[in-house]
Structures are given as structure tokens and as C-alpha cells.
């Protein structure tokens, strides 16, 4: 069975790219910083994919270290992590 690795699994895009993956047969780890246990959206988001054995949630920042371990024996990554929205994303967090 293949693996993907998606960041921002717990957003809009990921979380559906997530659950279509999994119907077509893939494993799907799944990286993102909001945790589905202390964020409500993320926790809806992830609702139907945690069940699955062949999902692997990640709480962790891909700003913030090493992903070596993530990536390990991973076919494909889907990188989906970020701030969509142009004034989210300037100012103060534009470093991020
Ligand atoms: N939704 C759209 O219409 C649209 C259109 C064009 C491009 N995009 C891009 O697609 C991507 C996903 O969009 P979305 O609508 O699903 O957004 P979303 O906000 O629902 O999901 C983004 C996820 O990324 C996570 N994230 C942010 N920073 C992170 C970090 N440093 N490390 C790990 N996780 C992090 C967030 O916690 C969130 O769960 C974004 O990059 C966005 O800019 C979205």
C-alpha cells in the first residue's frame, strides 16, 4: 500500500484530499499543528478519518524542525500546510 503525506491535514483541502486518498487505497499520514483534540474545526474536519487505521494524525509545525520521520517511506507529499488569505497571512505572520 502507497503512503502520502499531507501538511495541513486538518484544513479544508487537506482533510478531503485526505479522505479521497484513502478511498483510493492509499495510507495517509497526516501533518498539521492544529491538533483535532483541542480545535473544534480540525477535530470536525478529521472526524471521519480517524477511525482508519491506515490514517496516521501528526501534531507538528512544518516550519519548525526536522521532517525526516514524516516523510519516512512515503510515496508522495501533498504540501498544504499554510495561511490562505492574503490579510491572514501578511503583517505579523508573514515570517510563518
Ligand atoms: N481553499 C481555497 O479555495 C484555496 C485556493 C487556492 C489555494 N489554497 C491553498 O491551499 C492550502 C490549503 O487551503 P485550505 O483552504 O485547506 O486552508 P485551511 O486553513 O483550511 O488549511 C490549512 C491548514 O494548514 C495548517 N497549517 C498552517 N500552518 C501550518 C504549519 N506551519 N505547520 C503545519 N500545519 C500548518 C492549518 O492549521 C490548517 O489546518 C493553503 O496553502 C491555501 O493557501 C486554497
Redesign the pocket.
Known amino acids: 500500500m502507497e503512503r502520502a503525506l499531507i ?2 491535514v ?5 482533510s478531503h484530499l485526505a479522505a479521497e486518498l484513502l478511498c483510493r487505497g492509499w495510507a495517509v499520514t497526516g ?4 491538533s483535532p483534540v483541542s480545535d473544534p474545526v ?1 477535530g470536525e474536519n478529521l472526524a471521519e478519518l480517524t477511525g482508519d487505521p491506515r490514517f496516521q494524525f501528526v501534531a ?4 519548525g524542525g526536522d521532517l525526516a520521520m514524516v516523510c519516512e517511506g512515503v510515496r508522495a507529499v501533498f504540501h ?5 488569505g492574503v490579510r491572514r497571512s501578511w503583517g505579523d505572520r508573514f515570517g ?1
Do not use: Q
Open positions: 501538511t495541513g486538518a484544513g479544508f483541502i487537506g501533518l498539521d499543528v492544529r480540525a507538528g509545525d512544518v516550519t498544504l500546510a499554510g495561511l490562505p510563518d
